[in-house]
Structures are given as structure tokens and as C-alpha cells.
């Protein structure tokens, strides 16, 4: 089945998506370092960092700081 989905976050989420996110330098798989929280929309993001810093694509230890506040805007 093949389906599209939609989904609009308050801007205050997504830059707090934007200033959390990591990436593996060497596969790109993204991980976020912090509980993104909105309670008055019911929204909670759990962190996703791999376990012994290790990529758990790839097995990199090369994750980085990928925020980029500047293109986000």
C-alpha cells in the first residue's frame, strides 16, 4: 500500500527538532539528543541517540552536530 502523511508542527517544535539534531557523517541517519515537549498540543518527541555512540546504521562513531539554525530559517 502506498500512502502520503502530513504532518504540521508548531514552528517552536521544529526549531527545537533543528537545535537537537545529530548525524552520522558517514551514512547520514539522523539522531536527536533531547525530549521535545509541547503539552498544550499533546506533542512529545523522545530522544534517539545510539546506544555507545556507535551509528546504529552503520556502526560509525563519526556523529556530529548537524544544526544548521541559518538554512533552517
Do not use: Q, W
Given at each position: 500500500?502506498?500512502a502520503f502523511v502530513h504532518v504540521s508542527l508548531p514552528d517552536?517544535?521544529?526549531?527545537?527538532?533543528?537545535?537537537?539534531?545529530?548525524?552520522?557523517?558517514?551514512?547520514?541517519?539522523?539522531?536527536?539528543?533531547?525530549?521535545?515537549?509541547?503539552?498544550?498540543?499533546?506533542?512529545?518527541?523522545?530522544?534517539?541517540?545510539?546506544?555507545?555512540?556507535?551509528?546504529?546504521?552503520?556502526?560509525?562513531?563519526?556523529?556530529?552536530?548537524?544544526?544548521?539554525?541559518?538554512?533552517?530559517?
Open positions: 500500500m502506498n517552536d517544535i521544529l526549531v527545537d527538532i533543528e537545535e537537537n539534531k545529530h548525524s552520522c557523517n558517514d551514512c547520514g541517519r539522523l539522531y536527536y539528543t533531547e525530549t521535545i515537549e509541547d503539552k498544550e498540543n499533546g506533542i512529545r518527541i523522545e530522544p534517539f541517540v545510539p546506544k555507545h555512540g556507535s551509528c546504529v546504521d552503520c556502526g560509525s562513531t563519526n556523529i556530529v552536530d548537524a544544526s544548521d539554525p541559518v538554512t533552517f530559517e
